[in-house]
């Protein structure tokens, strides 16, 4: 098994890096969000997992143990394979995604790239016990509350219809003023997000 690798950033493209390490160049497929944080050339460390097929051996990258723990926990539920478990890592971060399924939160988790009801459902069915093994510091009050609500906030849930996913759209809207009307708020977003 692989449990991580150093190198130097050779290329970046859409979904995946090439990571150059004693002369061989990896192919590492990582989350959007942390792939754009590396640079050419750049010096990297790496977590991994490897995942094996019939057909193909496939390298998975996280910046983070954590995040990689969150992968492990998502694939080991029914029906859920890598790629869509990294849709899910893609659709918000990890403590989120832990705060929804602690809290059997499965409006939430049905807004992550993928995941329908039925997902949702056995997400919550299957990790909710073992959620706690990623030793998060999850700070929210009762299993009663809601952690996110989309109509919290109308903004969120007009990026969410527009196809932006949740985590996406917060961060874009906490670096505006909340004062401005609605509309005005998710024009701005619309800016930030490109």
Sequence with gaps: MIEFL???????DRGYL?????????????ISRELHTFYKNEEIFINIRLVLREDAATLYGFKDSETRNA???????TGIGPKLAMGILEG?????????????DE?????????????????????????EKLNLDLDFATEETPIFDEND?????????????????????E?????????ERIREALKLMG
């Excluded at 906030?153 to 809207?173: M, Q």
């Excluded at 670096?175 to 509309?183: E, G, V, Y």
């Design 175 to 183: 670096k505006i003023d909340a004062s401005l009307d609605i509309s």
């Design 71 to 77: 992968f492990d926990l998502l694939t080991s539920v």
């Design 153 to 173: 906030d109308p903004a969120v849930e007009a990026l969410i219809s527009l196809g932006y996913n949740v985590y996406d759209a917060k961060k874009s809207l």
């Design 6 to 12: 150093k190198g130097r950033v050779h290329s970046t």
């Design 92 to 104: 918000d971060d990890v403590s989120n995604i832990a705060k929804y399924i602690l809290s059997k």
């Design 18 to 30: 090439v990571l150059e390490a004693n002369g061989i160049g990896y192919i590492v497929n990582m």
């Design 107 to 131: 409006k939430s988790l049905t807004k992550l790239p993928g995941v329908g009801k039925k997902t949702a459902q056995r997400i919550i069915l299957e990790l909710k016990d073992k959620v």
